[in-house]
């Protein structure tokens, strides 16, 4: 009995909230307002990862009193989804990434600046390997990166990250 318990109380890690699409809310974030954080036991800056066909971490944002969570519309472009997702979030621990290794799309060129760039862009971005991040690029636009290889597994992106790219 005191195993099912345990299985139970793990299973209820996952949270669940109906989020939308907002061109106010940055690709690495979720807002959720004061009420929702309550219910679900997150606070601002906690680190979600979002149980989705793409797997995507986020930095949790509060947003009000009220009982909604917003995530960025390009994050629902990556999903193929419009306006509503129900998403589960489990909350997550991450430290500084050593090094990082993105896969783009082999369509996809970036030159010596565009790195730099996207570097600052991805500035403390959290992710795991096999997870998505979605970086700007001048000329090119909203690009989505699939983490390969990185240095913890979970980490967020600084300055001092290495970044290295890789064309699928």
């Known amino acids: 009995m005191k195993r099912a318990l345990q299985g139970w109380q793990e299973l209820s890690k996952v949270k669940y909230v109906v989020a939308k699409a ?3 809310v940055a690709p690495h974030e979720i807002r959720i307002g004061r ?7 997150l606070r601002e800056g906690d680190i979600v990862e979002a149980t989705t066909p793409r797997a995507m971490l986020f930095w949790v944002r509060e947003d ?20 509503e997702y129900l998403l589960g979030l489990e909350k997550v621990t991450a430290s500084e990434a050593d090094f990082v290794v993105l ?10 600046r565009g790195l730099r760039f ?3 862009q991805l500035h403390l971005v959290p992710f795991r390997i096999g997870s998505y991040v979605i970086g700007m690029i001048p000329n090119k636009g909203v690009v989505a990166f699939k983490v390969k290889r990185a240095h913890p597994r979970r980490a967020f992106i600084t300055l001092n990250t290495s970044l290295h790219l890789s064309l699928g």
């Open 103 to 112: 896969e783009a799309s082999e369509y996809v060129s970036i030159d010596r």
């Open 35 to 41: 009420r929702l954080c309550r219910i679900t036991g």
């Open 118 to 120: 996207l570097k600052t």
């Open 22 to 24: 907002s061109r106010e």
């Open 64 to 83: 009000g009193e009220s009982s909604s969570a917003k995530v960025s519309e390009h994050v629902f472009r990556l999903l193929g989804v419009s306006r």
